[in-house]
T-cell receptor
Framework: GAGVSQSPSNKVTEKGKDVELRCDPI?????LYWYRQSLGQGLEFLIY????????KSGLPSDRFSAERTGGSVSTLTIQRTQQEDSAVYLC?????????????FGPGTRLTVL | QQQVKQSPQSLIVQKGGISIINCAYE??????FPWYQQFPGKGPALLIA?????SEKKEGRFTISFNKSAKQFSLHIMDSQPGDSATYFC???????????FGGGTRVLVKP
């Protein structure tokens, strides 16, 4: 694969439902990041993975949000009991390794709409 | 607390003109300052980046100026082209973790 891929590209759900968003990083990239982009809050960090562990979950807005990464590759962001304020574009990025100077490559995002 | 402040929110420039976007940061632990370009429906893409030990970096028509004492940095787009019309985000990060803290974004429109 050439770049970071995310699925689905769009997701419409009803308030109170659970959703899962998937990220496939660039092959060989050990670091994976989740960000959220919304009109009111701009681009904000959610969580990052080094391998399969998540050293920094500080950006997750509530305990309804969780993420996991398996096999050092694919990651899933899960939002339970979705609320309208969860509506946003969820972006995934990956980099070769953790560290300032490693470029983060972003996927196209998943647009989540909570009705 | 908004750690990276970006201005202006939007900018209209004529083709061939100069676009200037400014950012200010608060956290002196930041040690890497990238700029991202985002087109509608796409994820952000790295445009150019600078480290605090350098006052200026130029890549083609794009230049970052960095003022460590003022905790400010800016992006200059020279000879702006319609294809440069996009949203630009400044960002900052620390050595550990590499999570990006973004500015609020600037929507640039280059008129032909």
């Amino acid at each position: 694969g050439a770049g970071v891929s995310q699925s689905p590209s769009n997701k419409v759900t009803e308030k109170g439902k659970d959703v899962e968003l998937r990220c496939d990083p660039i092959s060989g990239h050990t670091a994976l990041y989740w960000y959220r982009q919304s009109l009111g809050q701009g681009l904000e960090f959610l969580i990052y993975f080094q391998g399969n562990s998540a050293p920094d979950k500080s950006g997750l807005p509530s305990d309804r949000f969780s993420a996991e990464r398996t096999g050092g590759s694919v990651s899933t962001l899960t939002i339970q009991r979705t609320q309208q304020e969860d509506s946003a574009v969820y972006l995934c990025a990956s980099s070769l390794a953790v560290g300032s100077y490693n470029e983060q490559f972003f996927g196209p995002g998943t647009r989540l709409t909570v009705l | 607390q908004q750690q990276v402040k970006q201005s202006p929110q939007s900018l209209i420039v004529q083709k061939g003109g100069i676009s200037i976007i400014n950012c200010a940061y608060e956290n002196t632990a930041f040690d890497y300052f990238p700029w991202y370009q985002q087109f509608p429906g796409k994820g952000p893409a790295l445009l150019i980046a600078i480290r605090p030990d350098v006052s200026e970096k130029k890549e083609g028509r794009f230049t970052i100026s960095f003022n460590k004492s003022a905790k400010q940095f800016s992006l200059h787009i020279m000879d702006s082209q319609p294809g440069d019309s996009a949203t630009y985000f400044c960002a900052a990060t620390k050595a550990a973790g590499n999570k990006l803290t973004f500015g609020g974004g600037t929507r640039v429109l280059v008129k032909p």
